[in-house]
């Protein structure tokens, strides 16, 4: 048993959507939260930003004493994992590895479909796992630029003509393919699986890279005998590299559940 917490961390509030599943399968375990709200959204920055960033935000969470630090973000899984998991004492964990193991298993036609943001898609990282796992798959991939900022910004509702427009743009070519497998590799995009699977149709299977992580996750900390004890009682600290004005509400929507309104501001350049 180890009941140190877990860092859990992304470019924004979309890493949230990692922390919904890591609480549903781990109950007991304490999360630290930190969304870089400062600087999101990451999908356009070049590589070296993305690693300077990434280093920062490992620097701010290993002020805490973790067992593990888990990339909530599809871009540095993609850009900067392997450059901080080498420079950590602590196991860290993404999503590309996962969420392509899931997508390898689902696929039936192995007419695979990809979405991301435009750095996640320059790296090739998903297209090489997944071919990797099984030459014969072909990925279609997309970047989807305008997802972070809308789900950000309360657009991900069915019903809402601007996300659904800006969905129906995105996917008409995968949906013409077809694929019938779709990797969700941002981790923002859960918000959105409704809207997607509306337009997708019943038939393609989406992968919640997020949520595969928190299962790779779930299952490391079993093997390694370093789950929590059945005495710790679970819970999430936040952190925010910008203003804490709305936090809390926006958090609830994305756990889908009330959480604390305290939240903590801090200087994220000084690490």
């Known amino acids: 048993m180890d009941n140190r917490p877990i860092g859990v961390f992304d470019s924004g509030l979309g890493g949230l959507t990692t922390v919904k599943k890591l609480e549903a399968l781990m109950p007991r375990e304490q999360i630290i939260y930190f969304g870089d709200t400062a600087r999101v959204p990451y999908g356009g920055r070049s590589r070296e930003t993305l690693i300077k960033y990434a280093r920062q935000d490992v620097a701010f969470l290993k002020t805490f004493d973790l067992k593990a630090i888990v990339v909530a973000c599809g871009t540095l899984s993609t850009t900067a994992l392997n450059v901080i998991a080498a420079e950590s004492e602590i196991p860290i964990f993404g999503v590309v590895t996962p969420a392509s193991r899931a997508a390898v298993a689902a696929t039936r036609n192995h007419r695979v479909g990809l979405i991301a943001t435009a750095a996640s898609i320059r790296t090739g990282a998903y297209e090489r796992q997944m071919t990797t796992q099984d030459p014969g798959i072909r990925v279609f991939s997309r970047a989807c630029p305008l997802f972070v900022p ?76 370093q789950l929590a004890g059945p005495e710790q009682t679970g819970g999430c600290q936040f952190y925010v590299s910008d203003s804490i004005e709305g936090f809390a509400q926006q958090a609830s929507i994305f756990l889908e559940q009330e959480v604390s309104p305290e939240v903590y501001q801090i200087d994220i350049g000084v690490y």
């Open 150 to 225: 809308l789900v950000e910004n309360g657009r991900f509702r069915p019903g809402d003509v601007v996300i659904e427009t800006v969905v129906a743009e995105y996917l008409e070519a995968m949906k013409q393919v077809p694929v019938d497998t779709l990797v969700l590799g941002c981790t923002h995009y859960p918000l959105l699986m409704e809207i997607i699977g509306n337009y997708m149709g019943e038939d393609v299977t989406l992968i919640d890279s997020g949520a595969e992580c928190a299962r790779s996750v779930v299952k490391w900390l079993g093997v390694h005998d």
